[in-house]
């Protein structure tokens, strides 16, 4: 097995950087690369892309070997968390409207051979418009947050969305749930998971469970179907908020 412990800093230098400029390389949007081969299992800290010059991240498993990263909200350049009035027009009040984090850097994390990747997250990390096929589970610090689309989960699986060891609350935020089946009570104990419908009429399918959802968001304009079985689970334990 291989530590990389202090984690790894993704820096780009550009004519910005420089007094009268640079001839070469002189990129403000670069995207940084991190290839793994080999069998051994490698562990590295926390991946930083706060550079303002640094705007994506390629991370590749090539190796067979399980790949371990932390990915840290204070390391990535992210959009802050935005706090809106709801209905009453009043902020402090139980209806308004928080917007997660967005991760402005295009992260991906792929595998082209049978190793796979094992992402650790501190603070609120939205994933939902990244790439994470080659993720084979996503480990939640205590107070943690991961924001990702269910096609994410569905191909992550609910059940490998975890809590670290002596982690005991941490938070699920998937969006875009629409007639593909989603099942809450997969997710482990301790994770608080935030569902946010897809827009337009959507039809829930069948075999989605709300049982496990904390809160479920509804947009504006949205018309949302479901059964009496799921009605009943989200009355019994989820607040259902809306926006608009």
Known sequence: AMYIAGGIVFSQVSGTDVPGGIAGNNSSNAVAALTVNGTANVTIGTLSTQDDDVDGLTVVNAGTGTLTLTLDAAQLDQTAAVITAGADSVLGTADDVITTPRNVDALSFTSTSTGRIVLNINGSVNLSDDVITGVSSIVLANGAQVTLSLDQVRALGEANVKLASGAFAAGLVVNSIGTQPFDSTAVPDGIAITAVMAAGNIVLDAATNLR?????????GTTL???ATQATQLVNEALTTGTG
């Open 212 to 220: 496990d959802i904390t809160t479920l968001t509804v947009n504006n």
């Open 225 to 227: 179907t479901m059964t």
